[in-house]
């Protein structure tokens, strides 16, 4: 249950940050053109996924107790951050997109405001419940 909300809050931080932006450009805010703004990152989010699946498992073969925690600021969220933004950069590149300098620049804060602040902000709430219930 803990991976669905993980994985789900990340598609909405992509759908935001794509809404977000959309709006910002006064650009078509319909089903198709928010799709497109939101797939690449989106894609590059789940290949960040897999990325920080894959480093867990690797992790653990070597001996480690380190089983996948996407929900975790590092290593596994800057995986998926680093994955929305590189694969997503790519991908608007290879279909002509645009990747101005300013929109990576962007898109790299925002994305990691986003997809890194809700699981800081989690890691935060859970330490001090951890600290009031003791």
């Known amino acids: 249950m803990r991976r669905l909300f993980t994985a789900s809050a990340d598609f909405f931080a992509v759908l935001v940050f794509a809404f977000i932006g959309r709006m910002n450009?006064?650009?078509?805010?319909?089903?198709?053109?928010?799709?497109?703004?939101?797939?690449?990152?989106?894609?590059?989010a789940a290949i960040g996924w897999s990325?920080?699946?894959?480093?867990?498992?690797?992790?653990?073969?070597?001996?480690?107790d380190y089983p996948f925690h996407p929900e975790r600021v590092f290593p596994d969220g800057v995986l998926v951050w680093v994955g929305a933004v590189v694969i997503g950069m790519?991908?608007?590149?290879?279909f002509h997109q645009g990747v101005a300098l300013s929109f990576i620049i962007v898109a790299t804060i925002v994305l990691g405001v986003f997809l890194l602040g809700w699981r800081?902000?989690?890691?935060?709430?859970?330490?001090?419940?951890?600290?009031?219930?003791?």
């Open 51 to 64: 990325l920080a699946y894959l480093y867990a498992h690797m992790r653990a073969d070597h001996g480690f």
């Open 120 to 134: 800081a902000a989690r890691m935060v709430l859970s330490r001090r419940r951890q600290t009031v219930t003791t």
């Open 25 to 44: 450009h006064a650009e078509d805010l319909s089903l198709h053109g928010l799709f497109s703004t939101t797939w690449p990152f989106a894609l590059g």
């Open 90 to 94: 790519i991908l608007r590149q290879q």
